[in-house]
């Protein structure tokens, strides 16, 4: 009597682990994402388009240190031959353009659509546009992962071509 109780017991003890193990997985579990609210989205595509301006006026008043604060420490900078880990090596890959006599064009961004990932996420994509005078000099695609850090948005991944 005593060992089938004991065996009754451990039956119930595994059920119930295994209960709460399924209790816990299906609180783990991605909820179905909705639409983003309409008020947070456009906060967000606000944010994003402040950041946007932001740098690209440090950029046109040859500010690097302005450029850059708009970079996450731990940021990430993939270009079309190498991808650059942390705000110092984006900002040495820049250096030279604005260094005395370095070649910086005018910069503006167009085209900007925004993706609200996270209350603290967003991605967005634009395009970049380096103008010498009234001519392009280059344009191409940038998709940028911006992160919400202390009510400022920050670029945590740059992917520019």
């Not at 209790?23 to 606000?46: S, T």
């Not at 110092?88 to 604005?98: L, T, V």
Request: aromatic fraction near 6%; include cysteine; glycine fraction near 10%.
């Amino acid at each position: 009597m005593v060992r089938s109780g004991i065996r009754g017991l451990k039956s119930l003890a595994v059920v119930a682990a295994l209960a709460v193990v399924a209790a816990l997985a299906a609180c783990a579990q991605p909820k179905p994402a909705g639409p983003a609210p309409a008020a947070g989205l456009e906060a967000a595509r606000q944010g994003a388009s402040a950041l946007l301006a932001h740098g690209a006026a440090a950029w046109n008043r040859g500010d690097l240190v302005g450029f850059m604060s708009d970079y996450t420490p731990d940021a990430s900078f993939v270009t079309p031959r190498q991808v650059l880990h942390g705000r110092a090596e984006i900002q040495s890959r820049y250096a030279p353009r604005f260094a005395p006599g370095g070649v910086r064009d005018s910069l503006s961004f167009q085209d900007l659509e925004v993706d609200l990932l996270a209350p603290d996420a967003l991605n967005a994509i634009a395009y970049y546009v380096l103008q010498r005078g009234d001519s392009v000099v280059a344009r191409g695609p940038t998709s940028l992962v911006m992160r919400l850090i202390g009510g400022r948005w920050y670029i945590a991944h740059d992917h520019s071509s």
